[in-house]
């Protein structure tokens, strides 16, 4: 059955319908109130379409379809088939930032608390995203400080020896020890913590309050002093949230600009009336994935059922594939030429940022009406139990401020799309926030491990410092202890030494490690620092063909940076000078060797006269080039002959040389 056909099958209920390419692959999702009418659609504007509209229909062969029982259930599957499918001509959220939730590890027998980006199913107990991001890590730091749940990686399904120093300053129950906790005791302290997070203080304030009068009691002062703090800390957070109810509400405003087929998106996020954070989107080469689906720019109306169907034209000439990809296929928008449509982008955006989300703002503002706004904000009311508003403002107050977004928006365009240098500390906070670091990277080191075959290992440590390499402290180290090739024991011999130095010194240490390599040399590097004590040291590698950062402790969520950003250009900046200078440094080496070995290898000549020789003429070639009476000067005359003679047969091709080939 060919497509035409296949099209006269389809039932006329709701639902959503998925085009597929000669390889069977998914290249195109979209919904439909009335599957029939929606598909038919397409052949509408087939025979009228330019070259860049008939891509689609050129490519597609087959279409499949699954039914539901409403609009709503439509919206959702449509969302979930583009995240899961990837279809090329749908508009595809690429964002190399999410917001971060806090995570307690409820299945565990002593839960941690973490910050995390990505939710998973794993029987844990997620809350936030928060806004701004760091939120997230100062919420966890208070709680360390004031409930005493850990984050650490100790393995607490058992016990050790001794604990960590999160106990001793007084951030840690101590779970990892016997007899300083216990199982009841610390679930009491999760349950407070997930009244904190939850947002429900008055119950964790008189659950506070009874055990701290029951502890002053039983004479167990220390005790209720600590359930003191923790209701002064609750008290201080309830003062905080009174005074950030009497603003607004939330709402989230988007702006855009588009060029040359290019479009920058900006996402600011308003709490209680006041904006705490923005969120950047880019899209190159838009028509390259990006396509409306024939009726996606006009509302869903039933008389489309009773439009003439009409067949494409063979005459008409082919689209040229240089030509790209269309952007809208209803006639509606191909009036504009294949031009970006609005519209069309902002319906998909919105739905592929709210559907899944847990949390969604009562107020969201966008630069351009869309089709299915009421539909979309319908469905996201009923998900989340509250009103939810979609509004395109035209004037007042709220257009100003939809307005100063795409002012922003125009911004980030420039600087993105128009290689603009943003300023250092922008990079720092970029480069924080994808590698979830607590602090604003000051100072970070580089090593990597260089060699040929194992013969001649060193290794580099370059330094980065406040925006610039600084070269006054660069370290080149000769691995001792490692014979053959083992490039992880090498990057544990190297770490391991220079921290246990800086130890010794009490100097402090970097901000962040870096890495050149991959999970292998990350392992190794932790090891190292873990042996002499060392575990909260900020930790990352990047490896060099595929250009991912691995963070230490979030190895299964690597950061994959797009290739413009300016932190991965800073990140491949620091690594290929660590690279540079460990070359250069083994270069170095061998070359030593091979001129003493080289001069060695004469008859005659032991490490004392090649000593003699270098210092006299400066280097083998100076010894080359020199004649017999220079070299009588240094050596008896003996010794010069020979010398003389094994150059002389070097030169003719009858000695032998080893040839060597540089890897690192």
Known sequence: ????????????????????????????????????????????????????????????????????ANEHEALALEN????????????????????????????????KVFVTRRLRKDGGAYYGPYFPGNLAYRLVDLIHRSFLIPSCKVDLSRYH?????????????????????????????????????????????????????????????EMAARLRD??????????????????????????????NEMLAVNLFHMRSGKIVDRRDFFWEDLPDSLLDAATEAVSEVDELEALPRMEPDPAAPAPEIGEGI????????????????????????????????????RSVLVPV????????????????????????????????????????????YDQRFRVLQPAMKAIQ???QDALTLEELPRRIECFDISHIQGAETVASMVVWEDGAMKKSDYRKFQVKTVTGVDDFASMREVIQRRYKRLQEDKKPFP????????????????????????????????????????VYGQENEPVVLDRRSPVLHLMQKIRDESHRFAVTYHRKRRQMRDRDSELLSIPGVGPRTRQRLIEHFGSVRGIKQAGTDALTAVVNAATAERIRSYFAAEASGDAVLPVLNEAS
């Open 80 to 111: 979930n088939l583009i995240k899961q499918k990837k279809p090329r001509f749908n508009i595809l959220l690429r964002d190399d930032k999410t917001y971060p939730y806090i995570k307690l590890t409820m299945n565990d027998r002593y839960p």
């Open 369 to 412: 009406e869309f089709p299915d706004r009421a539909l979309l904000a319908e469905a996201l009311t009923e998900r989340t139990g509250k009103r939810i508003e979609i509004l395109a403002p035209q004037r007042g107050e709220k257009r100003s401020l939809v307005d100063l977004v795409c002012q922003n928006a125009k911004q980030s």
């Open 326 to 361: 269309a952007i809208v296929q209803h006639a509606a928008v191909s009036e504009m030429g294949g031009a970006f449509s609005p519209g069309v982008f902002f319906s998909a955006l919105l739905k592929q940022l709210y559907l899944d989300q847990s949390y969604v703002p």
């Open 230 to 259: 923790q209701i002064v800390t609750v008290h201080q957070m309830q003062d905080k949230q009174r005074m950030a109810s009497a603003d607004n509400e939330d709402a989230d405003v988007f702006g855009y600009h588009f060029e």
């Open 511 to 550: 901000s962040l490690i870096l890495i050149d390599g991959g999970l292998g040399q990350l392992h190794a590097a932790y090891s190292a620092l873990e042996e002499i004590g060392v575990t909260l040291q900020p930790l990352a590698s990047i490896a060099k063909k595929e250009e991912i950062i691995y």
């Open 429 to 431: 906070e970029a480069l």
């Open 1 to 68: 059955m060919d497509l035409h056909q296949k099209i006269r099958t389809l039932p006329t209920q709701p639902g959503c319908y998925l085009y597929k390419n000669a390889e069977g692959e998914v290249i195109y999702v979209g919904k439909a109130k009335n599957l029939r009418a929606r598909v038919r659609s397409y052949f509408l504007e087939a025979s009228q379409a330019n070259a860049k509209t008939g891509t689609l229909m050129r490519e597609a062969i087959d279409v499949e379809y699954i039914t539901v």
């Open 161 to 221: 020896p001794r604990a960590c120093l999160q106990y001793y300053i007084k951030r840690c129950l101590g779970p990892c020890l016997e007899g300083l906790t216990t199982p009841d005791a610390y679930r009491e302290t999760i349950r407070d913590v997930q009244l904190f997070l939850e947002g429900r203080p008055n119950e964790l304030e008189q659950s506070l309050t009874k055990r701290m009068e029951a502890a002053a009691e039983a004479q167990q002062f």
